[in-house]
């Protein structure tokens, strides 16, 4: 004969729901504040178990004395980092200079490697001659004019291959606006 199941073990899936929205209260700061959003008395409730952020002193490289240069923080001076024992858990850390970041020129070989940095269309200056398309297959030849968009699609070697109404052909860079859109995006 078998015996029923406890009925305490329906508590088991919603309790263990209710401690894994806790920790993650306590742990990830967007859950946080989402809950705070929604749930006002969660704050209330809650906040007392969320640990304050550790502030960790980093020496500066360009000061090794460890004297501070730094204007004071405004926030030092509120009424809550005088009260005893306050102090203890906040330090101030240096300020690191930011290193200089050089910028390499970009060449066309690097834009060729990265088609993130394509643009979508490019302007053809000349005339140029494209297969014209039709249900997938080649019916004749079409003129596209100067100031026609085309669908840039590879780069290779100084030419583009670029696509007009279903038809494509490798154009050279300097038949197309692309240098120019090149500079403007590089800024």
């Known amino acids: ?12 899936p919603p309790l263990s729901l209710a401690l894994l929205a806790f920790a993650y209260y306590v742990k990830v700061p967007a859950f946080r504040d989402a809950v705070d959003k929604r749930f006002p008395w969660a704050r209330e409730h809650l906040a007392q178990f969320v640990p304050e952020p550790t502030v960790v002193m980093i020496k ?5 004395a460890g004297t501070d240069s730094t204007p004071p923080n405004p926030d ?3 009424p809550a980092a005088s ?9 101030k ?3 690191i200079p930011a290193p200089e970041v050089r910028e390499e020129p970009l060449t066309m070989e690097r834009f060729a490697a990265n088609p993130a940095l ?3 269309k490019v302007k053809l200056r000349k ?3 494209f297969p014209a398309v039709l249900n997938g297959k080649v019916v004749g030849k079409i003129q596209a004019p100067p100031g026609t968009e085309a669908n840039l699609r590879k780069i290779k070697d100084q030419q583009l291959g670029v696509e007009f ?3 494509g052909a490798w154009v050279p860079v300097a038949e197309t606006d692309l240098m120019d859109q090149v500079k403007i995006t590089s800024r």
Do not use: C, V, Y
């Open 1 to 12: 004969m078998r015996k029923s199941p406890n009925k305490l073990w329906a508590f088991g």
């Open 60 to 64: 500066d490289p360009a000061n090794p």
């Open 76 to 78: 030092d001076a509120s």
């Open 83 to 91: 009260t005893p024992g306050a102090g203890k858990k906040k330090t």
């Open 93 to 95: 850390a240096n300020s």
């Open 118 to 120: 394509w643009p979508k």
């Open 127 to 129: 005339t140029i001659e």
């Open 165 to 167: 109404q279903g038809g």
